[in-house]
């Protein structure tokens, strides 16, 4: 691709930086986009292929570090808690915040999240901040809910609001116009735009300013990723800079972003946008990459205000270009292209940084009306301390669920078929769901089993069935 001239690029950058200041994002969102924008127009892919990298193997394990729950104690008052809140659950047909999802009990994601928070101040008696961080779409509704919870509020904002940026015309890489639905025009920039939110929110410096070193960062769909004095206090002994909780990976992550180490020595996250499509293959086999990132990280506050000056208030993350339509319900609409960073590939900016090997228990995400399904089952029960926990009477290990998409992707589409509750799964190793089946009242099903019907038309199981194995319906 010939070289673009400087003047060439600001010029094809000023349309962007118009809407983004009419839009008032501030100073650091527009030098940031322009950073990604300006690799676009030079041909960067933001892809790492396999001769970037080589497969890690025997990294260290959360079960057999030394016990460093004393001093994990004394670093919680000194630690917050960010959940990220940006999603609307849109690929479950949904229009409002993910986490407002009824997940067991009655109680949503933020209800449990609230409760496991609360019950660890009150156990060591700290201080410990909840901290959102929502999108535009989120905030309102997500605030409103925490406010059945009056004694979370501290001297911390309870939130902050990651930034939007103009989606990009694929041809023209220009900005893309929708009047039909001017909010289509914009975009995410991906979770890593954490490190960029806490700044031009002043929550950083708020956050330092109170004492605060500390901050436990994960997605508010994953109830497994609960506070851990272990792990707080291993990195409070050894003062790591940033932490990432990696897990073994299975058929059910091959599509994750998985933890490799750069020719240079530093370690690195892969996303499967990052990745050339012809190692595509490569890049999912789970022998040779064999951690994913559960998107759980810990993060030195006082190593990332380092980091960040050194750096202008911006993060040199690794480009990811994803190839989206402009509404993603519409497949025939243009095709853009969405600029993000992850927030794990500052595993490779900071200088010390680690990975740890965690249990599966601590990476238990809702992605899907499946795994909402499980949760909602026997399968799973709510502990005294708000913990989401395989039932102990379960000794089949993780459930899997596959549902039909044609009947049980949206939400309420799920709903309806399971209106008369959800059977016991206590005892069930797999459920396979092809086609269209209303499930009665106490229903058990067990083992493996695969339930499909013969037509289009729906079919019932009947009230306390028992499944076991196939069944063909109609």
Not at 176 to 202: I, Q
Not at 261 to 268: D, I, P, Q
Not at 282 to 290: L, S
Not at 413 to 431: A, I, N, Q, T, Y
Request: proline residues 5%.
């Amino acid at each position: 691709m010939p070289e673009i001239s400087r003047e060439d690029r600001e010029r094809r950058f000023k349309p962007f930086e118009e809407r983004m200041r009419r839009a008032m994002l501030d100073t650091l969102v527009i030098t940031t986009f322009r950073h990604y924008y300006y690799q676009l127009l030079a041909g960067r892919t933001g892809l790492i292929d396999r001769l970037q990298i080589d497969p890690i193997d025997g990294i260290p394990d959360l079960e057999q570090l030394e016990d460093y729950s004393l001093a994990g104690q004394s670093a919680l008052g000194r630690t917050v808690v960010v959940k990220l809140n940006g999603g609307l659950g849109t690929g479950m047909g949904m229009e409002q915040a993910k986490s407002l999802l009824e997940v067991k009990k009655g109680l949503s994601f933020l209800d449990i999240i609230a409760r496991q928070v609360l019950h660890v101040r009150s156990r060591f008696d700290c201080r410990m901040p909840l901290i959102l961080m929502n999108s535009f779409y989120t905030r309102a509704d997500s605030l409103a809910a925490l406010d059945n919870y009056p004694s979370l509020k501290s001297t911390v904002p309870l939130d902050f609001v990651q930034h939007k940026v103009p989606k990009i015309d694929q041809h023209a890489l220009a900005p893309v116009d929708w009047p039909h639905n001017p909010e289509l025009e914009w975009c995410p920039p991906g979770h890593g735009d954490l490190y960029t939110a806490l700044v031009t929110s002043g929550m950083l410096d708020a956050l330092l300013a109170q004492g605060f070193e500390y901050a436990f960062v994960s997605n508010a769909d994953n109830l497994g990723a609960v506070m851990d004095i272990q792990m707080l206090g291993y990195c409070a002994s050894h003062n790591v800079p940033f932490l990432m909780e990696v897990a073994d990976r299975t058929e059910a992550d091959r599509k994750g972003g998985h933890i490799a180490r750069m020719k240079s020595g530093n370690l690195t996250l892969r996303e499967l946008a990052q990745c050339p499509v012809e190692e595509e293959e490569a890049f999912q086999d789970t022998t040779v990459y064999k951690y994913f990132n559960t998107n759980t990280l810990w993060v030195n506050l006082i190593a990332l205000k380092k980091l960040l000056e050194d750096n202008h208030n911006m993060l040199p993350l690794p480009l990811i270009i994803n190839s989206k339509t402009l509404d993603p319900r519409d497949t025939s609409s243009p095709r853009v292209f969405h600029l993000e960073t992850a927030m794990g590939s500052a595993l490779s900016v900071f200088t010390g940084a680690q990975v740890l090997r965690v249990p599966r228990s601590r990476f238990a995400p809702v992605k899907a009306c499946a795994d909402l399904l499980g949760l909602w089952s026997d399968a799973y029960i709510l502990t005294g301390d708000a913990r989401i926990i395989q039932n102990p009477k379960r000794t089949l290990g993780p459930i899997v669920i596959e549902l039909d998409p044609r009947y049980y992707k949206l939400l309420d589409e799920m709903k309806s078929r399971f209106v008369h509750g959800v059977p016991s799964l206590v005892d069930c190793e797999k459920l396979v769901v092809a086609g269209d089946v209303l499930f009665g009242r106490n229903v058990v099903i067990k083992g493996t089993a695969h339930i499909s019907t013969t037509d289009d038309c729906q079919h019932t199981i009947p009230d306390g069935a028992h499944i076991e194995g196939s069944i063909v319906l109609g």
